[in-house]
């Protein structure tokens, strides 16, 4: 403030939530570099009027489809919330102090409507960068072949769960990355779930409620085996991204990622976003630190310049199966894992906030983040894993399972992880279910 001179004050509504006060302090921050003399105090509301015909319309149109599951909280209130600002002089040369973008209303009634109207399917885009236009995105990525297509997805037919006819539409695609050393068919294949639950959870929950499963065939295996292993995490990124880009664009899409699957899932949200494409609408991680994890503090040996036997040794922390070190598999598996281990070995995370201050602070998403970690798992222990929820400001969770690394090789831990990964999508199912929650009496008959 200018000594000698009267500050000018706005007083509204007074705030009354720690929010509101962060937010008046940073807004009259801004204000001192551009008129010392100005002071904001409060906060006015706006449009409280549509608020309360956007709930009104909410419930209405909740009571008339009652097999549609209800929205998300946090969708209810970017659709609901009123529009608030800080109210300047018009003297002030930046327009957006007068009402900062988020707390507008970013949705019109119509958005409402076609949530109800499409069973659900027709969800807000992401915040973080705004998707471009349907029509400009398949111009600029023109749907693969089918051959190119089927070479990343070979297991889709295997499923059960592709759209044929072009005249039919997914409500959802679920993108999913296995761990090290691992191929597509641990999301792909029905038989890897126990005599008590003859079928995926996943897979089952996908065919009831029209979402394709995309389990990624990365290169160097299965079909693949002859093609050279991507280099890095943003190099299966760059190559994936123009396989799948036209199938998301105006599908919504979830994805799955274990081990450093969820490093390769990460690079490719960070890509299809920067490349214009919408964010997913929720993310599954599991057992792997999140990708800022400084190098010093990751918890493996690289495994570049290891001795065949140490190379052992260090797979062996990461619970692979001892079968795989006879000599008619190693063969082949020695290979697959040094080149797939290299992907976290050698990974340099680049995605950083431009807006935060005090040191390198990941850009954070705007999608819910569930994460999970292994109670016998030697290598990423909870408090790695939990690191995740620096990278999502919407809702964050993290769910213990019990198992080591490679929970998803044993079959009722696994069937639990996918019963937890599907109780959390219950806010995308066409029928809402009775009794999804996966530590309820289903799970545990499981487990005995």
């Known amino acids: 403030m200018r000594r000698g001179k009267k500050a000018e004050t706005l007083t509204f509504t007074m705030p009354d939530t720690a929010e509101d006060a962060a937010l008046l302090q940073a807004l009259n921050n801004a204000i001192d570099d551009i008129s010392p003399d100005l002071k904001v105090t409060g906060i006015v509301d706006f449009d409280k ?96 072949t089918d051959d190119a297509f089927r070479t990343w997805f070979p297991g889709l037919r295997r499923t059960a769960t592709e759209f044929v006819d072009p005249e039919e539409t997914p409500r959802f695609r679920i993108i ?23 079928t995926s959870p996943l897979l089952d ?113 990461w619970d692979v199966n001892e079968a795989v070190f006879g000599p008619n598999m190693w063969r082949t598996y020695k290979t697959i894992l040094r080149k797939d281990f290299e992907l976290f070995d050698r990974y340099v995370h680049r995605h950083w906030d431009a807006k935060a201050e005090g040191g390198k602070v990941p850009e954070p998403f705007h999608f819910p983040i569930t994460t999970f970690y292994g109670l016998q798992d030697k290598r990423c222990d909870e408090f790695k894993v939990r690191q995740w929820r620096f990278f999502t400001k919407a809702k964050f969770e993290i769910i213990e399972v019990c198992g080591n690394h490679l929970f998803p090789l044993d ?14 999508l219950a806010d995308f199912s066409v029928v809402k279910p009775r009794a999804a929650d996966p530590s309820a009496k289903d799970r545990n008959a499981i487990i005995e």
């Open 176 to 198: 999913a990355w296995p761990n090290a050393g691992n191929a597509e068919d641990m999301y792909t294949n029905d038989s890897v779930v126990n005599g008590r639950l003859p």
């Open 49 to 144: 009027e549509a608020r309360i015909r956007r709930v009104n319309l909410l419930e209405i149109l909740a009571e008339e489809n009652e097999n549609v599951h209800p929205p998300p909280d946090d969708i209810v209130n970017d659709w609901c919330d009123p529009s608030r600002g800080f109210k300047t002089p018009a003297r002030l040369p930046s327009p957006s102090l007068t009402i900062p973008a988020p707390f507008a209303l970013r949705r019109s009634e119509q958005d409402i409507r076609d949530y109800f109207t499409s069973g659900g399917s027709k969800r807000p885009f992401g915040k973080m960068h705004a998707p471009m236009a349907p029509a400009e995105l398949r111009a600029k990525f023109p749907a693969p």
């Open 205 to 317: 929950w996908c065919r009831k409620n029209g979402a394709e499963m995309l389990a990624v065939q990365l290169p160097g295996r299965g079909g693949r085996m002859r093609e050279s292993f991507a280099e890095s995490p943003q190099d299966a990124a760059r190559a994936l991204l123009p396989i799948v880009a036209s199938r998301l664009v105006d599908v919504p899409y979830i994805v799955i990622g274990h081990s450093v699957g969820t490093w390769l899932a990460y690079e490719f949200v960070r890509l299809a976003q920067k490349e214009g494409l919408p964010a997913p609408v929720n993310a599954f991680l599991s057992n792997f630190p999140a990708p800022d994890v400084p190098a010093e503090e990751r918890p493996w040996t690289p495994n570049r310049g290891l001795s065949d036997e140490k190379f052992k040794d260090e797979c062996r922390a």
């Open 411 to 424: 079959k009722d831990c696994k069937a639990v992880w996918l019963m937890w990964i599907v109780d959390r």
